[in-house]
């Protein structure tokens, strides 16, 4: 029967198939009895990533998984519950009959789309019944249509449906991506849904460890800045906020950076959007950013611009990416100088903003050096 079921029902420390499937924060998951024998023999590593884990280590029940691996059947899951009066737009027989359609070959394109529908609304209305959802080995079912690229609107459905599972928890949040959730939604943002995958990858990316996993992928920050380059309003104002979500990880800074995103932020920025600025400040922490920042032509008038004009996040951060290009560059410390931006710190050290008032006391240490 093992072999006959999916490689990843199987423990990778084990090899046998998982009967308590539970997620450590590198976002991988293991048989509960195996990681817990691996982490009592002293261990604080994952096995797979070897990156450390906390103390103590956190495992989180993969509730979805147990579920595939309990009800797994070659052709669909079969619901494990029974409605006891057959009532209830949310009962459990209604929940198992709706993923049924989702999982069945037979079913059409329409009546996936309204399941999916039909999910969706009765996610947003009772936030418990996400929980139940996740629980009930749907999101398989879910991740499958998010592949249904020749389907637009079958595709966009089960986004929106994949968003609103993704609300429930950081629990929740970690176990869409270890289900394989990052793939699918990557390659959705090449689609006429990018807009809705990637506020779906922001969701994700809320947890620290998805951070990490998502920024790994080979294309997910390849896609978001090509999503910036030639996407519309709402999709370039989604694939930043995606961004600025990943950016706050280190790694993903210099990831972006090499895909190219400094100069386009910076076109965006001068159009107006000021997500653009924020994504800046972030890339600006790391040397390859900052590098090319001070490459850009007029980049000192653009983030002065948002210091003066900008809303309280627009200034904090056209302050500290100011504060951190200058810092690396005399040449630029003498431009942001020239634009009377010491005088404006010394107004904004007295703003009520901790935040603005911290920033700026820096900035102007920084602009009064020799």
């Known amino acids: 029967m093992a072999n ?6 199987k423990c990778p420390i084990s ?46 029940p993969n509730h979805a998984l147990r579920s595939l691996i309990s009800n797994y059947t070659p052709t669909q899951l079969t619901p494990t519950r029974s409605d006891s009066d057959g009532s209830g737009s949310d009962s459990p027989s209604q929940l198992g009959c709706l993923i049924s359609k989702l999982n069945s070959r037979g079913s059409m ?8 529908v039909r999910l969706t ?34 595709q966009e459905k089960a986004l929106l449906l994949l968003l609103n599972l993704s609300l429930e928890s950081d629990d929740n949040k970690v176990g869409l991506v270890a289900e394989g959730a990052v793939a699918r939604v990557v390659s959705a943002l090449g689609s006429t849904a990018a807009a809705v995958a990637a506020t779906v ?17 080979p294309g997910a920050v390849r896609c978001l800045v090509h999503l910036l380059h030639t996407g519309r309003g709402r999709e370039r104002k989604e694939a930043a906020t995606a961004l600025f979500t990943l950016s706050s990880f280190p790694e993903n800074r210099r ?61 904090q951060y056209g302050l500290m990416t100011l504060n951190l290009i200058c810092c690396s560059s005399d040449r ?10 010491l005088e404006i710190c010394f107004g904004l050290i007295q703003d009520d903003n901790e935040k603005i008032h911290r920033v700026a006391s820096n900035l102007a240490k920084v602009l009064q050096e020799n």
């Open 15 to 60: 090899l046998d198939i998982m009967s308590d499937p539970v997620i450590l924060s590198s976002g991988h998951t293991f048989d509960r009895s195996s990681i817990q024998r691996w982490i009592d023999s002293g261990h604080r590593t994952c096995p797979i990533t070897k990156l450390p884990l906390p103390d103590p280590p956190s495992l989180i």
């Open 201 to 217: 990858l922001t969701s994700l990316a809320v947890v620290e460890v998805n951070k990490a996993t998502i920024g790994a992928h």
């Open 4 to 9: 006959e079921l999916p490689e990843y029902f």
């Open 121 to 154: 609304g009765l996610s947003k209305a009772n936030p418990g019944f996400r929980a139940r959802l996740t629980e009930s080995g749907a999101v398989s079912a879910v991740l499958r249509c998010v592949d249904s690229d020749n389907d637009p609107g079958l």
């Open 332 to 341: 630029v410390k003498r431009q942001v100088k020239n634009q009377g931006v």
């Open 255 to 315: 990831r972006t950076v090499d895909c190219g995103a400094v100069p386009i932020l910076i076109r965006m920025a001068k159009s107006g959007l000021e997500r653009a600025i924020e994504v800046l400040g972030l890339l600006a922490k790391c040397k390859e950013g900052r590098e090319e920042i001070v490459k850009c032509d007029g980049v000192v008038e653009i983030l002065v611009h948002y210091v003066k004009n900008g809303s309280l996040r627009g200034i």
């Open 109 to 116: 394109v329409e009546e996936k789309v309204e399941s999916l």
